[in-house]
């Protein structure tokens, strides 16, 4: 199981819950937006890509959190973003 820490981030996010987020992400990426500035679905999706693709350095996961931000903007679902890091790895 992957363990990428938030310490082990490169960028700056928002830690704080606001509506209708959920913090503690369960189960694997689907059709939920994917809040780009929000640090633990960062986190989550990081960890998740990282599991699912036998990914266990400090380095894999540096490059799914640049490819998550290197993602176009108009793909917004988890599962979108997931599939085009997947094709453009």
């Known amino acids: 199981m ?3 820490k938030r310490s082990d981030l490169q960028k700056t996010y928002s830690w ?3 509506g209708g987020d ?3 992400l369960k189960g694997e990426p ?3 937006l994917l809040d780009r500035t ?8 990081i960890n998740k890509l990282m599991d699912a693709w036998n990914i266990t350095t400090l ?5 799914i959190e640049n490819k998550i931000h290197a993602c176009p903007t108009t ?5 979108h973003v997931k599939d085009w890091i997947d094709k453009n790895w």
């Open 38 to 45: 929000e640090g633990y679905e960062v986190l989550y999706m």
């Open 2 to 4: 992957a363990n990428f």
């Open 22 to 24: 959920n913090p503690n």
């Open 59 to 63: 380095a894999g996961g540096h490059k």
């Open 30 to 32: 689907d059709s939920s």
């Open 75 to 79: 793909m917004r679902s988890q599962i």
């Open 16 to 18: 704080a819950v606001d």
